[in-house]
């Protein structure tokens, strides 16, 4: 496992109260002890920072679309890019069980250590400092997120994101057929041939492996801008 010393320096705090962060990292499955309590705090510090960010940058829209976009930013895919990005896996305190389980890649777990470290951030050092890291770690999927978007499919949000972009739109292949005709699975590939980015999904129908490679491609979409977000730093 790495030090807490590398993950302080990715968040670019260190905390005063070290057990905080360990506490913070540290799963029901290796006892009472856990991230659980830190947890229900950071998920009402970050429900409350996105509806405020989304109050305030869009001060037309109504309860319901707000609400809408507050969950796709909260999800537990979202958050646990989040995690990705920051590694936290390298990090985890699990028990046995967890780790052979392979719990340390699993999305929700990866969701909930977001929302412990959230709490934990808040604990050390105040609001202000959970609310810097919840702008810095999902300024890409602000930049993603519209009132259309939560009610449309991965393809439609990819398009719409590279059209933002002003960049051309992805294109899709079918690269594999396998089975019966009756009991068909589809293997589409997704690219962005000006980004290089790619990726493949399989499914019983053309149009779902479409959508699955879609919603990757998006991911590594908003992994992208985060890059170039540090870069520009």
């Known amino acids: 496992m790495k030090t807490l010393d590398t993950l302080q320096s990715k968040l670019a705090y260190h ?11 540290t799963h ?3 006892g009472s002890k856990n991230y659980e309590r830190l947890e229900f705090l950071g998920d009402s510090i970050l429900g409350f920072v996105i509806a405020d960010w989304l109050y305030h ?8 679309k707000l609400s809408r976009m507050r969950s796709s930013l909260v999800r537990k895919e979202t958050l646990a890019i989040v995690a990705r990005e920051l590694s936290l896996s390298d990090y985890l305190i699990l028990g046995e069980g967890e780790l052979k389980s392979g719990g340390f890649n699993r999305d929700s777990i990866l969701a909930d250590t977001v929302e412990s470290l959230i709490g934990a951030l808040y604990l050390d050092d105040g609001f202000e400092r959970a609310r810097e890291f919840i702008y810095t770690r999902f300024e890409p999927h602000f930049q993603t997120i519209s009132a259309e978007s939560t009610h449309k499919d991965p393809k439609s949000r990819l398009q719409e994101a590279m059209q933002k972009k002003g960049m051309e739109l992805p294109e899709y292949e079918i690269v594999d057929t396998k089975g019966a005709q009756h009991n068909q699975e589809f293997t589409v590939e997704c690219r962005l041939e000006s980004l290089s980015l790619v990726a493949k999904s399989t499914a019983r129908s053309r149009r779902s492996a479409e959508q699955a490679a879609a919603e990757k491609v998006l991911d590594l979409f908003v992994d992208y801008i985060n890059q170039q977000r540090k870069l520009a730093k």
């Open 28 to 30: 029901r499955s290796r």
């Open 57 to 64: 940058n869009y001060p037309d829209l109504a309860e319901g």
């Open 15 to 25: 905390f005063s109260d070290s057990s905080l962060l360990s506490l913070a990292l």
